[in-house]
Each structure stands twice: as structure tokens, then as C-alpha cells.
């Protein structure tokens, strides 16, 4: 599902002014991006004047890069819009000498569903071009289970480029119905580059290779990652139509999993970097900033087992100038200072839970089981009311745990919750705890 939250990021720009500026001359633009944030805003104005500007927009082939950025934007907003009536001009940009608007058009076109064989013969053509996105080309013709890419696709299963070779042999399982070779897929969970091990977890996603969940839970990627592969599966998993290969785990090890995910310890993960030496306390802070979750989780280990509690005063130092700021670090030092166990973090660990920025998600179920390892009993009844009224799941699932941990058991109402795992995971809840008075 595509996320809308970001698309309206200029509020005050209002359709009439978006097309003027995508169409302005070049010269008379006062930002040369104001063609693409143009062509980006205009997804949210949609209409034949929208659409008749985008497709203008695609038709001029001014080779400035203010006009290349815009024509890359538009071909993907069109797409958005289901504008099929622009599958011609994109289909021209297939032929450009831009890699980027390449990747794009080919993107486009499956979003549109444009598979005829002309088509497909173009894009099973530029298989052949090492410059272009190769992955993105593969993708959109194993939706479409192009049957005549099956064989130039096959060529690349074992590519060097991990990003290519998994979309491969995805594509094979998908255009030939045959998933026997699809646990090749789950050594790329460990490769040494972060976007392999994020991408491969969108092609276990995209084929249904349910087996895979267990591991896709010891991938060294970001949480968001991790449950998002283990969401759809298991959505998979649950639906008698769906397309999908392999044995669905039971719900009892699916909770495992789950749990696993959430308290996101790095000891239950499979971690693909090591120190060649001990890493003095301020490096290893400074790794929790990192967009590479699996250095991150390699600093965690090491600053708890070299550092401990000792590493407190750094971590909030940190925090206080920065970490409160960055999501990244923000979500990581929530787990610690739970981990770590200070009750003078209690003010700091209360305030993430509460946090409402967006973009600190991820961070609210960290600060639950923070909060009940840090007040423990006391902080019952906080996290019964989350347990109902939170909106993620991830926070109300969180806050089941934590309610465990402590003994209690969550409201009735979680029983019966909307998500099926939150709901799985408040029973079993009721199941450890036992009756309470």
C-alpha cells in the first residue's frame, strides 16, 4: 500500500501555480527545482489540466538538468494518477539516454499495467544494456509474468549485483510458478551491503515465500523493514487466495518472531560486520545515528558489553544535543536506557512514549517496554490504556508485552483488537499471566 502522508509537502501551492511553474521557461523559474517540486505536487490536484501539464512536461526533451529531474518526477506522477492516456510518452522515454528516467518509465508503465507484447519486447531488450536499472526492468516484467523475459531473466540469477540476482530468481518463481529454488533468496538477508539485505525483503514480499520469515526476523536492517516482510507474509499466510509458496508458520511462532522484532535485541539477529578492535564509547554513540542498522546493532552489542551503565551519561549527552531529533538514534537509545536500567531515565523514556512527531513511530513501542522495565508495576496502567487506544499496532502489541513482562494482563478489548496479531498476542497474554483479581 503507498503511503500518502508526504505527498502534500507544500500545503500553500495551489493547482493553477504548480502547472504554470512546471511549465515556466528555465529561465524564469526562481529555483531550478521548481519544476520538480511542481511535477511532485501535482499528485495531489488530479484532472485532465493536471494530467495535459505532466504529459507536456514529459514531451520536452531540454536536456538541462531542471528539465531532466522534472520529466523523471512527471512520468512518476502520471503513473500515481493512472493516467493511461500518457502510456505512449512514457513508452517514448524507454529510448532516452537518462538511465534514471529509463527506470522510471519502466516503473510507470507496470503501474499503469501496460503489457503488451511491444512493450514487454521493449523492456526485455534493455535487459541487455548494463547501464540501466536492470532490477527495476525485472521487476515489472515478473508482475506481469512476462513469459518471453523468463529465459533473458534466468541469465542473471547468479549476477554479482545481489540487488539484480534476487530479483531474478524472484522473477523465475513468479513467471514459471515454480518455487523450488526460492531459498537462495534468504543468504541475501546477511550480504555485506544494507540496500541488498533491505531489497531483498520487498522480492520475499513480492513472491510469497512464507518459510522465510523466521529469517527475514534476524535480517540486520531497520525494524521497519523486518516487520513490514513479516506483516505481508503472514497477511499471505491468513489468505486462502493469495499467491505465495512454502509452509506458513503457526501462530504460536509467529508471535515468537514478533516479539523478537519489538524488542529488537542485536542478540537475535544474525549481524554482518564485526570489530577488528575494542571501539572507544564516543564511536560507538555515534554509530546509533548510522543509516546502516546492521553497524548500528554491532555498536549496540559492543557498547553494552564493554561499557554497560557506564555508557549512560554519553548516550543522554548525546541524546540531549541530538538524539532526541533523530529517529534513528531515538528509537535505539529509547531499547537502551530500558536496557540499561536507570530510573532517572524515566522522564526521558516517558516523553518518547508520548512522542506524536511521525516520523517517531518506531520509538513508541521501544519506550513502552523501556517504561515497564524502568517503573514496572507502576506503569500498568499507562500501558493498558496504549494497549487499547494507541493507534499502530506496533505500540499496542508493545504494550501487551510489556504488560506480561510485569505480570498483568491487557484490557479485554485487546482480545477482540482489529490487527489479528495484536489480538493473537493479547490472548496469549491472558494465557501466561493466568487469571487476576
Not at 168 to 189: D, K, M, R, V, Y
Not at 227 to 254: K, M, Q, V
Request: hydrophobic share 45%.
Amino acid at each position: 500500500m503507498s503511503d500518502h502522508r508526504f505527498f502534500n509537502i507544500h500545503p500553500g501551492l495551489g493547482k493553477d501555480e504548480a502547472i504554470s511553474m512546471l511549465l515556466r521557461p528555465l529561465k524564469d523559474l526562481d529555483l531550478e527545482s521548481d519544476r520538480y517540486t511542481a511535477a511532485a505536487h501535482l499528485i495531489n490536484f488530479p484532472g485532465e489540466d493536471t494530467e495535459a501539464a505532466l504529459m507536456a512536461c514529459l514531451q520536452d526533451t531540454d536536456g538541462a538538468q531542471a528539465q531532466r529531474i522534472a520529466r523523471r518526477k512527471s512520468v512518476e506522477t502520471l503513473a500515481r494518477l493512472g493516467c493511461r492516456r500518457a502510456t505512449a510518452g512514457i513508452v517514448d522515454c524507454l529510448t532516452s539516454q537518462d538511465p534514471y528516467l529509463v527506470e522510471n518509465a519502466a516503473w510507470a508503465l507496470g503501474q499503469l499495467g501496460a503489457d503488451d507484447a511491444g512493450i514487454q519486447a521493449s523492456l526485455i531488450e534493455l535487459l541487455a544494456d548494463p547501464s540501466q536499472s536492470r532490477r527495476v526492468i525485472v521487476q515489472v516484467l515478473a508482475r506481469q509474468r512476462c513469459q518471453a523475459a523468463l529465459e533473458p531473466i534466468a541469465a542473471f540469477v547468479d549476477a554479482d549485483d545481489g540487488m539484480l540476482a534476487t530479483a531474478a530468481i524472484t522473477a523465475c518463481a513468479l513467471i514459471s510458478g515454480n518455487g523450488s529454488e526460492l531459498e537462495q533468496l534468504e543468504p541475501f538477508l546477511f550480504h555485506p551491503n544494507v540496500n541488498v539485505r533491505r531489497g531483498v525483503i520487498q522480492d520475499l514480499m513480492d513472491v510469497g515465500w512464507l518459510p522465510a520469515i523466521p529469517r527475514i526476523g534476524q535480517a540486520p536492517v531497520s525494524p521497519v523493514f523486518r516487520l513490514r516482510g513479516i506483516r505481508h507474509l503472514a497477511s499471505l499466510a491468513g489468505n486462502t487466495d493469495a499467491a505465495c509458496f512454502g509452509e506458513p508458520l503457526s501462530d504460536e511462532l509467529l508471535l515468537d518472531v514478533l516479539d523478537r522484532q519489538l524488542d529488537d535485541r542485536p542478540e537475535s539477529l544474525q549481524l554482518v560486520h564485526r570489530y577488528d578492535q575494542p571501539q572507544a564509547l564516543e564511536s560507538l554513540v555515534r554509530e546509533l545515528y548510522g543509516t546502516d542498522f546492521g553497524r548500528t546493532y554491532l555498536a549496540i552489542v559492543s557498547l553494552e558489553e564493554q561499557f554497560g551503565k557506564a555508557a549512560l551519561p554519553a548516550l543522554v549527552s548525546s541524546f540531549e544535543q541530538e538524539g532526541w531529533n533523530d529517529y534513528g538514534a531515538h528509537y535505539h537509545m529509547m531499547h537502551l536506557f530500558g536496557r540499561l536500567g536507570d530510573p532517572m531515565l524515566l522522564p526521558l523514556v516517558i516523553d518518547g512514549l508520548n512522542n506524536q512527531r511521525p516520523q517517531f513511530l518506531k520509538s513508541r513501542p521501544a519506550a513502552a517496554l523501556a517504561l515497564a522495565r524502568l517503573q514496572t508495576t507502576e506503569a500498568g496502567s499507562v500501558l493498558q490504556e496504549h494497549a487499547v487506544s494507541a493507534r499502530s499496532w506496533e505500540l499496542r502489541y508493545a504494550c501487551v508485552m510489556a504488560l506480561e513482562s510485569l505480570g498483568l494482563n491487557p484490557p479485554e478489548a485487546c482480545l477482540s483488537d482489529g490487527d489479528r496479531l495484536v489480538g493473537l498476542r493479547a490472548r496469549r497474554c491472558r494465557r501466561v499471566v493466568g487469571p487476576t483479581d
